[in-house]
């Protein structure tokens, strides 16, 4: 009984309680009031009382790639290096901007991949190229150069 909201035609009974779930065991608060002149309940409030359980952080997105020390001509020209390292007598290299792509995944760490024509040797068919550069965006160096194709 909670005599602090019971008065002369009304008592107010309060109670604790709990159920289990399919997410686990669940509390609840219920009060009831009884009229003092009829055996009825007049009026009955029930609060969940569980803990509202927090969500998960939500996974943090990629930082936002620092352009401010990048040079993708720098990437390209590694590149070029690698291609005559494979092919001495290389021409004609060519690279298309509408393919690159760039990848931030720490501050230290910056990936730019891309895509190109080049002619191996004189009179041979254009031949097409990928390649991947590891960049240092704080500084723009290029760490490492990966040519495919």
Not at 95 to 104: V, Y
Not at 123 to 149: K, M
Request: proline share 11%.
């Amino acid at each position: 009984m909670q005599p602090s909201l019971s008065n002369d035609s009304q008592i107010v009974f309060a109670w604790l309680g709990s159920w289990r779930g399919a997410n686990g065991v669940r509390s609840f608060e219920y009060s009831c009031n009884l009229d003092l002149r009829t055996p009825e309940a007049v009026g009955l409030v029930i609060r969940d009382s569980s803990p509202v359980a927090t969500q998960a952080a939500p996974a943090r997105p990629p930082p936002e790639p620092d352009l401010s020390h990048l040079s993708p001509a720098a990437c390209e020209s590694s590149a070029a290096a690698a291609l005559k390292q494979r092919w001495p007598r290389v021409s004609q290299i060519s690279f298309d901007s509408g393919t690159r792509s760039l990848l931030q995944e720490s501050p230290s760490k910056a990936e730019l991949h891309g895509q190109g024509r080049a002619q191996p040797a004189p009179g041979s068919p254009p031949t097409y190229f990928g390649f991947d550069c590891e960049i240092d965006p704080r500084d723009g160096r290029v760490l490492a150069t990966r040519v495919s194709g």
